[in-house]
């Protein structure tokens, strides 16, 4: 059985790669982790990876949200945009996986020494949860890539 | 998330329920400084027991009231309890807030000090 594919024993439905477009609100984070849960649990990742990269992705779209756009609780902000999630399962020699989760969005980047309170938290547990973290900001946007650490083929 | 607080005789325990990230994490703030409000000398107890999700938002809020604490009359150490579940032990200890906040595996622990 291929670790790339899309049914598993039982007939579930598991798509090959995740894609979701969120909206710059505090909720995103939730959705996020909802839809990345369920996507992880139908690649059979094991749950302690699963839980890093459900705290990882959940920590970067709320930088997105909070630093990108801007949105917090004591202001209305006009939507600045979306927030893109995108997953896939990369097959590594041996039979092992790997997850790559791209979070991107379209406002403006703040170099962490800029930033106080949760900030300083978040970019060291992304860092601490997955295995090579990178994060690329411009004036129109920032990509960060998450790479996981390799699990075992899903049996 | 949903929060409770229960004035015990020997303390007041703010009991939390559910996922502590960036929407909810103010709710529970709120919960904890009004918390404060009512001790009257007596201990605070913060139960993440049932907590399924721990993000950045809600680590901050745990140290900002750990830290708060020293200046409420009769000062005590901010009580915090978790059990061994992973999304709440994982990233206090991956941000190295163990050594910082006073933590305890049961409620029961916590009174006892």
């Known amino acids: 059985m291929s670790p790339l594919s899309d049914h598993d024993r039982s007939g579930t439905h598991t798509d090959v790669e995740l894609r979701m477009t969120l909206p710059a609100e505090l909720a995103a984070p939730s959705l996020a982790r909802e839809r990345l849960a369920r996507w992880l649990s139908g690649h059979k990742w094991p749950a302690g990876q699963r839980d890093d990269l459900i705290l990882a992705v959940s920590e970067a779209v709320s930088n997105s949200v909070e630093h990108g756009y801007g949105v917090d609780h004591n202001e209305v902000v006009e939507s600045g945009g979306p927030v893109e999630v995108h997953g896939i399962v990369v097959p590594e020699p041996g039979g092992r996986r790997r997850a790559v989760l791209t979070i991107v969005d379209h406002g403006s980047w703040l170099p962490p020494s800029a930033v106080r309170g949760n900030r300083r938290h978040g970019l060291p547990l992304m860092e601490a949860c997955v295995e090579d973290l990178t994060v690329d900001g411009t004036d129109h946007g920032t990509t960060v890539v998450l790479r996981s650490r390799a699990v075992p083929p899903s049996l | ?113």
């Open chain 2, 1 to 113: 998330m949903t929060v409770r607080t229960d004035a015990r005789p020997d303390a007041v325990v703010v009991g939390v329920d559910g996922e502590i990230d960036g929407l909810t994490a103010p709710r529970l703030r709120a919960a904890i400084d009004e918390a404060y409000d009512q001790l009257d000398g007596r201990p605070l107890v913060v139960d993440l027991t049932d907590v399924t999700f721990l993000g950045s938002p809600g680590l901050q809020v745990l140290l900002d009231s750990a830290r708060e604490a020293v200046h409420h009359r009769g000062f005590e150490t901010l009580r915090i309890v978790v059990d061994h579940a992973r999304p709440v032990v994982r990233p206090i200890e991956l941000t190295g807030l163990d050594a910082v906040l006073t933590l305890f595996h049961t409620v029961t622990d916590a009174l006892d000090g």
